[in-house]
């Protein structure tokens, strides 16, 4: 039995219908929902802008916002994530008391985070990580403020956090 050559155009259907369909499969980007995206945006600035009024806003998450110019708050250099984690993680009583001291006073109007929790993990990536920032950060931030809004874009979810009036579970 002989090999039967197929005619170039056949040979190049065959190969090319199937990259067409795996090669989108394979993308590692994200696929974004613009139009969500753009009113989770909007959703950001209309809530940081309203709370604003009444006091300074801490964005600890997506500072990019008030860098860019894209909300009209002034920018509290203080407690970013990553400082905060930092200060967290090596143990610096003065910065963290100094934190505390903020929350109980109510010095923000709003706090601009991700979701906060109290979960400690017995394992896992990031598992020292996630209990430093749920020991030192979280119990604190919980107990004098609480989550009033959610922010769902495609690829991020935020939370307004706005002063309690009557503190929570403190630690």
């Given at each position: 039995?002989?090999?039967?050559i197929r ?10 219908i199937p ?9 590692p ?11 989770a ?5 209309q809530a ?6 009444t006091g300074p ?10 860098a ?5 708050v002034?920018?509290v ?45 017995q394992?896992?990536?990031?598992a ?23 922010i769902?874009?495609s690829a991020?979810r ?8 009557q ?5």
């Amino acid at each position: 039995s002989r090999l039967q050559i197929r005619p170039i155009p056949v040979l190049l259907v065959a190969v090319v219908i199937p990259l067409w369909f795996l090669i989108p499969a394979l993308s590692p980007y994200p696929v974004y929902n613009e139009s969500r995206d753009q009113a989770a945006h909007q959703q950001l600035v209309q809530a940081v802008e309203e709370a604003g009024k009444t006091g300074p806003v801490l964005f600890m998450n997506d500072r990019q916002a008030v860098a860019l110019g894209e909300v009209h708050v002034p920018l509290v250099y203080d407690y970013e994530v990553v400082t905060l984690m930092e200060m967290a993680m090596s143990g610096n009583r003065a910065y963290l008391n100094k934190f505390y001291s903020d929350l109980a006073n109510h010095r923000f109007a709003a706090i601009v985070a991700t979701r906060q929790n109290l979960a400690i993990k017995q394992e896992g990536v990031f598992a020292e990580e996630n209990n430093v920032w749920n020991t030192y950060v979280s119990p604190y931030i919980l107990c004098y403020y609480e989550s009033t809004q959610t922010i769902e874009a495609s690829a991020s979810r935020l939370e307004i956090y706005t002063p309690r009036t009557q503190p929570g579970t403190c630690p």
